[in-house]
């Protein structure tokens, strides 16, 4: 690792978002909360893919809650599944064509100490918003600015393709043909991805 620590800028989202998905793996997610910074090394990673992509919400087209795909990268989209539970988003490729990759799990970063919350319990998307108190506050703004709530660092960690394990995405059997398609990646062998 390298002691250069840069913030992801717009260029890195503005790529095809299977390329998006998998360059996040071993990249930094830092949330702020009040003086205090938590974060953790993404580990796991979902692709949704433009309106004909039949698991992506933009499929149905544009409405209030994915108006937000259709904008810039770069931008969180954050949104609610079973009434209980966030989901975390970052928005990819170009405007008006509606793609996100969805922070699946992460691995807590060993030199902090989270006392209100359990860092541990992080290896699914639900448990990662609960665990650093991510909602509906964090939609639609930037995922790219230090003085932001939340935002990616890369701090030099280059996960290598051999060790990227590509599978299925969960939760989609409604997707027809995309159910199975391969739009799911992790690291290879870690403890924290989510549990099936």
């Known amino acids: 690792m390298t002691s250069e620590i840069s913030i992801l800028n717009r260029s890195f989202f503005e790529r095809d978002t299977k390329k998006v998905a998998q360059d996040l793996l071993g990249k930094f997610l830092v949330r702020r909360i009040g003086k205090n910074l938590f974060s953790g090394i993404i580990v796991?990673?979902?692709a949704y893919i433009g309106p004909h992509d039949l698991a992506c919400h933009a499929s149905k087209g544009k409405t209030e809650r994915?108006?937000?795909?259709?904008?810039?990268?770069?931008?969180?989209?954050?949104?609610?599944?079973?009434?209980?539970?966030?989901?975390?988003n970052v928005v990819t490729e170009r405007k008006d064509y509606p793609s996100a990759v969805l922070i699946r799990a992460l691995e807590p970063d060993s030199d902090l100490q989270f006392t209100t919350y359990n860092l541990?319990?992080?290896?699914?998307?639900?448990?990662?918003?609960?665990?650093?108190?991510?909602?509906?506050?964090?939609?639609?703004?930037?995922?790219?600015?230090?003085?932001?709530?939340?935002?990616?660092?890369?701090?030099?960690?280059?996960?290598?393709?051999?060790?990227?394990?590509?599978?299925?995405?969960?939760?989609?059997?409604?997707?027809?043909?995309?159910?199975?398609?391969?739009?799911?990646?992790y690291i290879k062998g870690n403890k924290f991805i989510s549990k099936i």
């Open 120 to 185: 541990r319990l992080m290896n699914g998307p639900g448990k990662l918003c609960r665990a650093l108190r991510i909602d509906k506050k964090i939609n639609r703004t930037s995922a790219m600015a230090k003085n932001s709530k939340l935002y990616f660092e890369d701090r030099g960690i280059k996960i290598s393709k051999s060790r990227i394990v590509k599978a299925k995405r969960i939760g989609v059997d409604y997707a027809g043909k995309w159910k199975d398609k391969p739009l799911r990646f």
């Open 44 to 46: 796991e990673t979902e």
């Open 66 to 88: 994915t108006e937000v795909m259709f904008g810039s990268a770069g931008i969180w989209y954050v949104y609610m599944i079973y009434g209980m539970y966030y989901c975390l």
